[in-house]
T-cell receptor, first 114, second 115 residues
Framework: DSGVTQTPKHLITATGQRVTLRCSPR?????VYWYQQSLDQGLQFLIQ???????AKGNILERFSAQQFPDLHSELNLSSLELGDSALYFC?????????????FGNGTRLTVT | AQSVTQLGSHVSVSEGALVLLRCNYSSSVPPYLFWYVQYPNQGLQLLLKYTTGATLVKGINGFEAEFKKSETSFHLTKPSAHMSDAAEYFCAVSAMGNQGGKLIFGQGTELSVKP
């Protein structure tokens, strides 16, 4: 158990809808990362937060947004969903979000868009 | 920009045989390198990490990796494969600069273990 909790585990929704994925980092970790895993794209970095502030942005679509709350949990919001958004979404955390720190991953949320 | 390349999307070994999963990196600075394992329907679990110092890194479950700067490689090995080692393995490099410590992952190598 990595200590990173993601909910829900599975999500099935229709095209055009909006969903929210939730992540609680390991106790004491200030930085949260979101990744998307799909068969064709592999593991793609989406966005990182550190202590409530956005620190780095990756290949995140404009239809997607995220935030980190004062209690350090994070939410990833996906809107106007398309079939191609179907993927496994991982949250990871690290103590400081610094260079060279390993990331600790949750078990992911599997999103299916129909 | 930093990157990692994993050679071979699928590797198959017999139980008890040597496991060798290949990873080459590209980095303009001394890299921080990682190997992760992903079992079906689970998240990524850290196997081992290379920061600085000893070039042979020991990890969990009997795995180890050797950092070779001259070859820009960080291959993962295990002397004797076990059925429970069947999983997908990812090599990763820590992004430098203002990238917030994100990890850049290779495409993954699926390991199959035959009885």
């Amino acid at each position: 158990d990595s200590g990173v909790t993601q909910t829900p585990k599975h999500l099935i929704t229709a095209t055009g809808q909006r969903v929210t994925l939730r992540c609680s980092p390991r106790s004491g970790d200030l930085s949260v990362y979101w990744y998307q895993q799909s068969l064709d794209q592999g593991l793609q970095f989406l966005i990182q937060y550190y202590n409530g502030e956005e620190r780095a942005k990756g290949n995140i679509l404009e239809r997607f947004s995220a935030q980190q709350f004062p209690d350090l949990h994070s939410e990833l919001n996906l809107s106007s969903l398309e079939l191609g958004d179907s993927a496994l979404y991982f949250c990871a955390s690290s103590p400081t979000g610094g260079y060279g720190s390993p990331l600790h991953f949750g078990n992911g949320t599997r999103l299916t868009v129909t | 920009a930093q990157s990692v390349t994993q050679l071979g999307s699928h590797v198959s070994v017999s139980e008890g045989a040597l496991v060798l999963l290949r990873c080459n990196y590209s980095s303009s600075v001394p890299p921080y390198l990682f190997w992760y394992v992903q079992y079906p329907n689970q998240g990524l679990q850290l196997l081992l990490k290379y920061t600085t110092g000893a070039t042979l890194v020991k990890g969990i479950n009997g795995f180890e990796a050797e950092f070779k700067k001259s070859e820009t490689s960080f291959h993962l090995t295990k002397p004797s494969a076990h059925m429970s080692d069947a999983a997908e393995y990812f090599c990763a490099v820590s992004a430098m600069g203002n990238q917030g410590g994100k990890l850049i992952f290779g495409q993954g190598t699926e390991l199959s273990v035959k009885p």
